[in-house]
Structures are given as structure tokens and as C-alpha cells.
């Protein structure tokens, strides 16, 4: 606490009293208990006896009036809560007690004014009967509001997410904001007290010597290492450390950033970008618009084109004609809804061959599940395509009607579960055999019956979307594979159409005109949550029961 001299010599005209009215003793309790200038005395009914120049001063400066001798001081402050206030500090002095007490006055919050106030009873010649009180009063209001303003400081300090450190030349750490003790775990007390060592496990001396010289020629450095909980747990962290001088003493202000996760997020950019980079896969970003914004070097190699003939064109840059608009027009569509297509385009390189592509695009999303972009992952499927084509059709496709075969149609099945677990949509396996097809393939032969089946398969293709599947089992036998169903009246919607083509009259190469229908067993994943073969089991069920219900119907599994 600050110390006052006392004032042995003392203007007394600056000292206002009632002469008349007050002793001797009065006046030398008044003059010799004063540290300070700021004094006054009042009576028993809290009227002045005397007061010096300071204190009339301050009276005017805080509640704007002119004091005078014989004025009632509770009457001078205006607000009640203080007049209250000092009212009760007065009867505890005119009750006989001596004490110091700290008050303050005002109107506003940062306005007022605090003292640290001496108070003490006069009593008469006797020394038994109390006639006044004496008050004199120092002035702390500035390291008041120096208080205030480092409790308000420490209170920023602490609400800021960042750990802050204030770190002494001996690398010891005497200060530390909440957002610090939370990230370690240790209390405010724990901390302090602790040096650098003790909350990094990696730094050396050379490193921190390094970065004591940084801070001194740039007044700043900035490095990543590692802290320490009390747990024994490390976590990844970014300092930047500032120089800070008090009284003369420099200190290092450091603010330390919880860099877990942006490391992590870093780690995957890094892998994702190598995974762009080394795929054999051409792979294409595009906005929303079709516009492409970056491609791969994979991509380059199978166009022809370089990467700055590629960014900023528009997807049908490639187009090689062989496709009408509906075809674009539907994967667009498919695109929109789905938020993914999977199939075959044909496109025009750079020199002008046109090769086939196996494409697969998926939307990419923000928070707030808007797409924001599209990734096309593609692969050039012409190469060595007449030799390698030859053998997929024999492995995958029916050789009769060129649809997938039952190899094919199953590999489908489980890359459309998957899709269907991801987007959380539904999807159709149906299981199709003709009836009455035994006569038209033992009264006509088998050609015919061929002819049949290739054109019961084109009607199956055309009666159903561009995502759908249709396959040949054997026989006269086929598989549905129907994406993307959003209600079983959907579903019934398809399989209604396939059954109305497939009802429809047949022209044999003799002109005679023959008439088939067909049995449909269907099951709906994932409300039917069973594995890829037993999804055929059921639908293959299902028809059995179709057939035995009268047939050309089709029949849901439960």
C-alpha cells in the first residue's frame, strides 16, 4: 500500500471549521490524524465542523455542489444506495469505533471515484463523550481502475480458445490463460511455475535458442512442435511467440494453436493428392456446371489434350456424336437425382480417334449437402478392344441376346448394394421366366425360339431406365436389376410396363403370330437386408409363386 508522509505544517486557512463551536481538541484531531489534504469533520447530526480545501473540491467534482460549514453532508450526495452507504459508516463512528474502510461514489461504472477513508470519533474535553467524527481519505481510484482493468484483461484473456503463455527468461512460465490449462489439463497453479521443457517433449536448447534470437531480430517467431498433457498425452501445436518487456524485463508472449486435426486434414490432402496424381484411372473435377476445373495427367494421356487445353471447357468438349441428346439429357437427369452415374461413353481424342470410355461420376458435396462438384473416374476401354472384348462377352454376356449373364448380373448386384448403402436408397432384384415358351421353341424350333428370346430382351431394355440392368439367367429365364427405387409403386410401375411388352404378339420368320407372357418374382433391398445370392434366392422364390398364382403376374418376396 502506498505510504503518505504527514503534513506537519498546514495552511490553515485551507482548513474550514465553525471556530465558535469546535475546542481545541477537536481542531487537533482535525490537523494531526490527516495524512493527506483531502479531511473534513462532522457532528453528531453529520453536519460539517471543518473540512479542508482538497475535500471541497472533490464535493464539487463528484456531486456538483458548494459545500459550506454547518451543511448536513447525507444531504449533498444525491444517490441513496451511497448516501445509505455513508450514513452507516458514520453511526459506526459516532458509536466509538475507529477504522479504515475502502467507498466508492459516482454515477457511472468507470466514473467513480474509490478512496480508502480513515475513520475516527472526537469526543469532548473528557475523552467520555463522543461529539463528531473525523474522516480523511485517500485517493485509490487509479489503482482501482488499474485492477479493474487487469481483471477485465484476464477475463479477455480467458475466454480467447487460443492457449496463451508468458514465459520469463528463464524459460519459466509465469502466466497462462484458461484456453492453456484446459488443453493440458493442469490448474492455473500447476502450470505456473513450470518451464518449457516440462510441456514439450521434443523441444532442445538449440531450438529454443534459435527461436529467442528470431524473436529479437523479427519481434516474432513462429514454429510447430509438440505439447505434453498431464496425462502424458502429446497433441500437435503451432506457437507463435512475441516479445513482451515489463519494467524493463523482456518476456516471451506465446500463443499456442491445437493443430490435431488441420495435421490430420493435411495428411489426407496429401494423400488424396498422391492418389490424383499416380492413378493409372483418368480422373475430371467439375463445378456444377459441367465446367472442368482440373483433370489428372492419367486423364491427358487418354484424351490427348494437355491440362491447360483441358480446365475451363466444358465437358462435351469430347463428344464424338455417336450419342443422341436424350442419352446426355438422361445422365444429367440420373446425375441430378442419383447423385451418381456408372456407364460407357463414347468420345473423340484430340487426333480424332474416337475411343470408348467406362465412366463412373459421383457428386461431391458440401455441409450443408449441396453439391458443389462432380469427380468423373474414367478408363479407356478400347485398347486391345476387339480381343479383350471378345473374352468379357464370353466371361459376362449371354451370347444370344448380348445381355449380362448370370457371372455378370451377380458382380452388378453387389456393386449396386453398396451404392444403395451409401446414398441410404433402394433397389430391385426381380427374377423373370416366360410362360408358354416350351411350345413355341418345340413346335417351331429352336430358331424361332431364339428369335423370340433376342426380342423379349430388347423389349426388356427398352421398358426399363438406363441405370437398370437386364440379364439372362439361361433359357428363358432372365434377372431385373432396378436402382434407385423410391416406392414399391415405383417398382411396380417398371415391372407392369415389362410385362405389358412382353405380352405383346411376336411375328415369326413363317408369319405365324405367337404370344408369351411371363412370371416375375421380386424382393427390395435393403428391406430385404440378406446377402447378394440369397437376394436372387428370394426373388427366384417369389416367381415360383407367381407361376403357381395363375402366372403373368409378378409376386414381392416377404
Same mark, same amino acid.
Given at each position: 500500500?502506498?505510504?503518505?508522509?504527514?503534513?506537519?505544517?498546514?495552511?490553515?486557512?485551507?482548513?474550514?471549521?465553525?471556530?465558535?463551536?469546535?475546542?481545541? *481538541?477537536?481542531?487537533?484531531?482535525?490537523?494531526?490524524?490527516?495524512?493527506?489534504? =483531502?479531511?473534513?469533520?462532522?457532528?453528531?447530526?453529520?453536519?460539517?465542523?471543518?473540512?479542508?480545501?482538497?475535500?471541497?473540491?472533490?464535493?464539487?467534482?463528484?456531486?456538483?455542489?458548494?459545500?459550506?460549514?454547518?451543511?448536513?453532508?447525507?444531504?449533498?450526495?444525491?444517490?441513496?444506495?451511497?448516501?445509505?452507504?455513508?450514513?452507516?459508516?458514520?453511526?459506526?463512528?459516532?458509536?466509538?469505533?475507529?477504522?479504515?474502510?475502502? $467507498?466508492?461514489?459516482? +454515477?457511472?461504472?468507470?466514473?467513480?471515484?474509490?478512496?480508502?477513508?480513515?475513520?475516527?470519533?472526537? #469526543? /469532548? +474535553? @473528557?475523552?467520555?463523550?463522543?461529539?463528531?467524527?473525523?474522516?480523511?481519505?485517500? /485517493?485509490?481510484?487509479?489503482?482501482?481502475? *488499474?485492477?479493474?482493468?487487469?481483471?477485465?484483461?484476464?477475463?479477455? !484473456?480467458?475466454?480467447?480458445?487460443?492457449?496463451?503463455?508468458?514465459?520469463?527468461?528463464?524459460?519459466?512460465?509465469?502466466?497462462?490463460?484458461?484456453?492453456?490449462?484446459?488443453?493440458?489439463?493442469?490448474?492455473?497453479?500447476?502450470?505456473?511455475?513450470?518451464?518449457?521443457? +516440462? =510441456?514439450?517433449?521434443?523441444?532442445?536448447?538449440?531450438?529454443?535458442?534459435?527461436?529467442?534470437?528470431?524473436?529479437?531480430?523479427?519481434?516474432?517467431? &513462429?514454429?510447430?512442435?509438440?505439447?505434453?498433457?498431464?496425462?502424458?498425452?502429446?497433441?500437435?501445436?503451432?506457437?507463435?511467440?512475441?516479445?513482451?518487456?515489463?519494467?524493463?524485463?523482456?518476456?516471451?508472449?506465446?500463443?499456442?494453436?491445437?493443430?490435431?486435426?488441420?495435421?490430420?486434414?493435411?495428411?489426407?490432402?496429401?494423400?488424396?493428392?498422391?492418389?490424383? =496424381?499416380?492413378?493409372?484411372?483418368?480422373?475430371?473435377?467439375?463445378?456444377?456446371?459441367?465446367?472442368?476445373?482440373?483433370?489428372?495427367?492419367?486423364?491427358?494421356?487418354?484424351?490427348?489434350?494437355?491440362?491447360?487445353?483441358?480446365?475451363?471447357?466444358? $465437358?462435351?468438349?469430347?463428344?464424338?456424336?455417336?450419342?443422341?441428346?436424350?442419352?446426355?439429357?438422361?445422365?444429367?437427369?440420373? !446425375?441430378?437425382?442419383?447423385?451418381?452415374? =456408372?456407364?460407357?461413353?463414347?468420345?473423340?481424342?484430340?487426333?480424332?480417334?474416337?475411343?470408348?470410355?467406362?465412366? @463412373?461420376?459421383?457428386?461431391?458435396?458440401?455441409?450443408?449437402?449441396?453439391?458443389?462438384?462432380?469427380?468423373?473416374?474414367?478408363?479407356?476401354?478400347?485398347?486391345?478392344?476387339?480381343?479383350?472384348? @471378345?473374352?468379357?462377352?464370353?466371361?459376362?454376356?449371354?451370347? !444370344?441376346?448380348?445381355?449380362?449373364?448370370?457371372?455378370?448380373?451377380?458382380?452388378?448386384?453387389?456393386?449396386?448394394?453398396?451404392?444403395?448403402?451409401?446414398?441410404?436408397?433402394?433397389?430391385?432384384?426381380?427374377?423373370?421366366?416366360?410362360?408358354?415358351?416350351?411350345?413355341? *421353341?418345340?413346335?417351331?424350333?429352336?430358331?424361332?425360339?431364339?428369335?423370340?428370346?433376342?426380342?423379349?430382351?430388347?423389349?426388356?431394355?427398352?421398358?426399363?431406365?438406363?441405370?437398370?440392368?437386364?440379364?439372362?439367367?439361361?433359357? +428363358?429365364?432372365?434377372?431385373?436389376?432396378?436402382?434407385?427405387?423410391?416406392?414399391?409403386? &415405383?417398382?411396380?410401375?417398371?415391372?407392369?410396363?415389362?410385362?405389358?411388352?412382353?405380352?405383346?404378339?411376336?411375328?415369326?420368320?413363317?408369319?405365324?403370330?405367337?404370344?408369351?407372357?411371363?412370371?416375375?418374382?421380386?424382393?427390395?433391398?435393403?428391406?430385404?437386408?440378406?446377402?447378394?445370392?440369397?437376394?436372387?434366392?428370394?426373388?427366384?422364390?417369389?416367381?415360383?409363386?407367381?407361376?403357381?398364382?395363375?402366372?403373368?403376374? #409378378?409376386?414381392?418376396?416377404?
Amino acid at each position: 500500500m502506498k505510504r503518505y508522509k504527514r503534513i506537519s505544517n498546514i495552511d490553515l486557512d485551507e482548513i474550514y471549521s465553525i471556530n465558535n463551536k469546535t475546542n481545541t *481538541n477537536l481542531l487537533r484531531a482535525v490537523l494531526e490524524s490527516s495524512p493527506d489534504i =483531502i479531511i473534513f469533520a462532522l457532528d453528531t447530526e453529520y453536519k460539517y465542523l471543518a473540512f479542508n480545501h482538497g475535500h471541497k473540491m472533490v464535493m464539487q467534482s463528484i456531486w456538483g455542489k458548494d459545500i459550506k460549514l454547518g451543511m448536513n453532508m447525507l444531504d449533498v450526495i444525491d444517490r441513496a444506495d451511497d448516501c445509505k452507504k455513508a450514513k452507516n459508516l458514520f453511526d459506526r463512528t459516532l458509536n466509538g469505533e475507529s477504522f479504515i474502510d475502502e $467507498t466508492e461514489y459516482g +454515477d457511472e461504472t468507470f466514473d467513480r471515484k474509490y478512496w480508502q477513508t480513515f475513520y475516527s470519533p472526537i #469526543y /469532548d +474535553d @473528557t475523552a467520555k463523550n463522543i461529539i463528531g467524527l473525523t474522516c480523511f481519505n485517500l /485517493d485509490i481510484s487509479e489503482p482501482k481502475q *488499474n485492477e479493474k482493468q487487469l481483471k477485465l484483461a484476464d477475463l479477455s !484473456l480467458n475466454i480467447i480458445t487460443d492457449a496463451i503463455y508468458l514465459i520469463n527468461n528463464n524459460l519459466k512460465i509465469i502466466y497462462v490463460n484458461q484456453a492453456a490449462c484446459d488443453s493440458l489439463g493442469y490448474t492455473k497453479e500447476e502450470l505456473i511455475g513450470k518451464t518449457s521443457y +516440462d =510441456i514439450d517433449p521434443i523441444i532442445t536448447p538449440e531450438q529454443i535458442d534459435k527461436i529467442t534470437k528470431n524473436v529479437e531480430l523479427y519481434h516474432t517467431a &513462429e514454429f510447430e512442435t509438440k505439447h505434453k498433457r498431464k496425462d502424458g498425452s502429446t497433441f500437435d501445436v503451432k506457437i507463435t511467440t512475441y516479445p513482451y518487456i515489463s519494467d524493463n524485463t523482456q518476456f516471451g508472449l506465446s500463443i499456442v494453436k491445437d493443430i490435431t486435426e488441420s495435421k490430420k486434414t493435411d495428411e489426407k490432402l496429401k494423400l488424396l493428392a498422391s492418389v490424383f =496424381i499416380s492413378a493409372k484411372e483418368g480422373i475430371i473435377i467439375t463445378d456444377t456446371k459441367g465446367i472442368i476445373v482440373d483433370v489428372n495427367e492419367a486423364y491427358t494421356l487418354i484424351s490427348g489434350y494437355s491440362k491447360e487445353e483441358i480446365v475451363g471447357q466444358n $465437358t462435351g468438349f469430347l463428344k464424338s456424336e455417336k450419342h443422341e441428346k436424350a442419352f446426355y439429357k438422361n445422365m444429367w437427369n440420373e !446425375l441430378i437425382q442419383n447423385r451418381y452415374w =456408372i456407364g460407357e461413353i463414347w468420345n473423340r481424342k484430340k487426333n480424332g480417334e474416337i475411343f470408348v470410355e467406362r465412366l @463412373t461420376i459421383s457428386a461431391i458435396c458440401d455441409s450443408e449437402e449441396r453439391v458443389s462438384s462432380y469427380v468423373g473416374l474414367l478408363s479407356d476401354i478400347t485398347t486391345g478392344k476387339d480381343y479383350e472384348s @471378345t473374352l468379357e462377352r464370353m466371361a459376362f454376356y449371354d451370347s !444370344l441376346t448380348g445381355l449380362p449373364n448370370r457371372l455378370l448380373f451377380a458382380e452388378r448386384i453387389n456393386q449396386a448394394m453398396m451404392i444403395s448403402k451409401r446414398l441410404k436408397t433402394s433397389m430391385a432384384v426381380c427374377y423373370l421366366d416366360l410362360d408358354k415358351f416350351k411350345p413355341v *421353341n418345340d413346335g417351331f424350333g429352336h430358331s424361332a425360339g431364339d428369335m423370340l428370346l433376342i426380342e423379349i430382351a430388347n423389349r426388356m431394355q427398352n421398358s426399363v431406365r438406363e441405370s437398370d440392368t437386364v440379364a439372362r439367367m439361361g433359357g +428363358d429365364e432372365f434377372a431385373l436389376l432396378l436402382l434407385n427405387i423410391k416406392s414399391v409403386e &415405383e417398382c411396380e410401375t417398371i415391372i407392369i410396363k415389362i410385362l405389358e411388352s412382353i405380352n405383346e404378339m411376336f411375328v415369326l420368320p413363317n408369319k405365324e403370330s405367337v404370344k408369351v407372357t411371363a412370371s416375375i418374382g421380386i424382393t427390395l433391398y435393403p428391406h430385404d437386408n440378406a446377402a447378394s445370392d440369397l437376394l436372387m434366392r428370394h426373388a427366384d422364390q417369389a416367381m415360383y409363386l407367381a407361376k403357381e398364382s395363375g402366372k403373368n403376374r #409378378y409376386i414381392f418376396h416377404s
